[in-house]
T-cell receptor, first 113, second 116 residues
Framework: GAGVSQSPSNKVTEKGKDVELRCDPI?????LYWYRQSLGQGLEFLIY????????KSGLPSDRFSAERTGGSVSTLTIQRTQQEDSAVYLC???????????FGSGTRLTVV | QQPVQSPQAVILREGEDAVINCSSS?????VHWYRQKHGEAPVFLMI?????EQKGHEKISASFNEKKQQSSLYLTASQLSYSGTYFC?????????????????FGKGTHLIIQP
């Protein structure tokens, strides 16, 4: 596609429920990244995919967080047993390769109540 | 480890210049610069790679001192549209061909306000 597409744009969930966030990167971009941004804060790295493999998942905050990428394209970030501190904007980005700038999606605003 | 940005905030009059700095304690493969406006996603401005290559917008200039692991973003003749939060992001140089094998680690950002 023309840009990085994320869905849903907004998600309100009850504490303890599982959520899935989807990212559709720019066609042909081999690298895909997940970040989260809390209100007024900076960008916190979560995980990086090169193709379908994840050479760097050092940023996942706990084992409740997992991500996968299939077909070198769409990625899903799953948060199990959501907690209130998981509330944030989850941003996905993609790039042609590791030596290229990132294009960010518009993000998913997750609110855990 | 998170790169350190300075200053934290800048207020300028339209037409004035600004410099935003970014420093890291690690050997770097690349430095990226992004601008984020309120309620929007970050937008790519420039990438500076180890070895001197640069890619980015024509009207943006930046430098990368590989020995000091420091980068600076230069905004000249600022326009109202330059307002926003500027983030630098760094990738580690692992000392072999695996440079840049990690995701970007971003600084806390520099808030830039341009007044008419």
């Amino acid at each position: 596609g023309a840009g990085v597409s994320q869905s849903p744009s907004n998600k309100v969930t009850e504490k303890g429920k599982d959520v899935e966030l989807r990212c559709d990167p720019i066609s042909g971009h081999t690298a895909l990244y997940w970040y989260r941004q809390s209100l007024g804060q900076g960008l916190e790295f979560l995980i990086y995919f090169q193709g379908n493999s994840a050479p760097d998942k050092s940023g996942l905050p706990s084992d409740r967080f997992s991500a996968e990428r299939t077909g070198g394209s769409v990625s899903t970030l799953t948060i199990q047993r959501t907690q209130q501190e998981d509330s944030a904007v989850y941003l996905c980005a993609s790039s042609r390769d590791r030596a290229d700038g990132y294009t960010f999606g518009s993000g998913t605003r997750l609110t855990v109540v | 480890q998170q790169p350190v940005q300075s200053p934290q905030a800048v207020i300028l009059r339209e037409g004035e210049d600004a410099v935003i700095n970014c420093s890291s304690s690690k050997a770097l493969y690349s430095v990226h610069w992004y601008r984020q406006k309120h309620g929007e996603a970050p937008v790519f401005l420039m990438i500076l790679l180890k070895g001197g290559e640069q890619k980015g917008h024509e009207k943006i200039s930046a430098s990368f001192n590989e020995k000091k692991q420091q980068s600076s973003l230069y905004l000249t003749a600022s326009q109202l549209s330059y307002s926003g939060t500027y983030f630098c992001g760094t990738q580690t140089d692992f000392g072999y061909s695996g440079g840049g094998a990690d995701g970007l680690t971003f600084g806390k950002g520099t808030h830039l306000i341009i007044q008419p």
